[in-house]
């Protein structure tokens, strides 16, 4: 039952002992403060590994050509392995099950031209799945599909940057440009949310490029996608399937590391997720570690706040006061003085995260920190709990303690 004489006493208690109930309240607010700060900033880590993977599909295997370094089959080590236009056939004859997609890479670095304006670019053959592959959005027009590689058209995708830097305010689309003294016609512009250095790229037909280059059949990695559906196990049985199977082709030994690679990159997702969940985890330990300490300022607060008292504790129950009156008025006061330290705690932390946001992007690689409201009100009401807690077994040992006994404490 509400009774307005308990509240006036409390007030009355927290205006006489300001030093006490800031004390109080400061250990409370730091706790709360602490845990939601290093609880977000956990998320925040996380964030940053999402983000990096996401920037290209998840549900990619990269392969890159090596050199062996054990002999096999006749063939001395130190061979260099290369990936031709069959190897791209193979893939799709003998892994429909796991196949999405599977697209060249062959890159050079090449003088691009229109009319007076020029600039060095890195220019990739590929195929129509690298759209997908790299996430890229189209600005303007289209991306290459599977006539412009099978016709080997004189065709280009280039960056949002590189309509800027050759073509200023001019629409790109339907103009030519010069590359390596060749000209190619632009059918798309298009952003990329990897950055500057990705929105640099041009994008054509890889057979045009193999044309160009005399009409080699030689590819420099090759990147294929499986179906989504299979997950993770699946992209590991895709990945050793693979790697069993240009080993075998390339006559590479089962021993051999460095013939050729591949880069799994639903794995690496996978093991640095788990590793930003252990960090989370860890930070989350420290984290409640503070709650605890919390926990133990206020019960120590409490201890001494209930020692201090004990004389006038023993003159209400000399007054009629029962123990159940004793208790109830300490426990209120710890409580209200542990909510509202807790909740300002709380919103401080918040504000903080949210001011954050990008900053630490940069310098400490933590994107976005942030914390759930429900995790956060749950670990402020803990500690309010908690701190209930703490002033009640001292206020109940006190109200058990004799009026005359209380009257003589020092």
């Not at 983000?51 to 990269?62: G, I, P, S």
């Not at 060749?182 to 798309?188: L, N, W, Y």
């Not at 023993?314 to 409580?335: C, D, F, M, Q, W």
């Not at 807790?342 to 932390?349: D, P, R």
């Amino acid at each position: 039952m509400f009774s307005w004489d308990t509240w006036k006493e409390i007030f009355e208690t927290i205006q006489k002992n300001k030093l006490r109930t800031f004390l109080s309240g400061f250990t409370v607010a730091l706790g709360i403060l602490i845990f939601v700060s290093l609880f977000g900033l956990g998320n925040g880590l996380i964030n940053t590994f999402d983000k990096f993977f996401q920037e290209d599909a998840t549900n990619v295997l990269y392969l890159f050509p090596g050199k062996t370094t054990i002999p096999y089959k006749g063939y001395k080590s130190a061979r260099r392995i290369e990936f031709e236009n069959s190897d791209l056939e193979d893939i799709k004859k003998n892994f429909p099950m796991f196949l999405e997609y599977v697209t060249p890479r062959i890159t050079r670095n090449k003088v691009v031209k229109y009319k007076n304006e020029s600039n060095s670019y890195n220019v990739t053959g590929v195929d129509w799945g690298h759209q997908f592959a790299e996430k890229t959005i189209i600005m303007k027009g289209r991306y290459l599909n599977v006539e412009d590689v099978a016709n080997k058209t004189k065709y280009v995708v280039i960056g949002r940057l590189v309509e800027k830097d050759l073509f200023g305010n001019v629409n790109a689309l339907g103009k030519f440009i010069d590359i390596g003294n060749s000209m190619f016609k632009v059918i798309g512009v298009f952003q990329d949310d990897g950055g500057d250095r990705e929105e640099r790229g041009i994008y054509l037909p890889y057979t045009t490029l193999q044309l160009i280059e005399k009409n080699t059949d030689k590819i420099n990695q090759i990147v294929t996608a499986f179906k989504p559906e299979l997950g993770y196990v699946g992209a590991i049985a895709y990945e050793n399937s693979l790697r069993k199977f240009f080993k075998d082709k390339k006559f590479i030994s089962p021993d051999d590391q460095n013939g050729f690679f591949i880069r799994n990159v639903a794995d690496q997702l996978n093991q640095n997720q788990q590793f930003a969940r252990v960090l989370q985890l860890i930070v989350a330990f420290v984290a409640f570690g503070t709650i605890i300490a919390g926990i133990i300022g206020i019960s120590n607060i409490m201890v001494y706040v209930v020692k201090e008292r004990t004389k006038e504790l023993g003159i209400r129950k000399a007054l009629g006061a029962t123990p159940n009156n004793v208790i109830g008025t300490i426990l209120l006061e710890s409580v209200f003085i542990t909510t509202i330290s807790g909740f300002f705690g709380m919103v401080v932390g918040i504000a903080i995260l949210s001011s954050l946001g990008e900053k630490l992007a940069e310098d400490y690689f933590i994107l976005n920190p942030y914390i759930n409201t429900g995790v956060a009100v749950f670990a402020t009401v803990l500690l309010i709990l908690f701190g209930a807690i703490a002033g009640y077994v001292p206020a109940q040992r006190a109200a058990r303690i004799k009026p005359i006994v209380a009257l003589r404490d020092q």
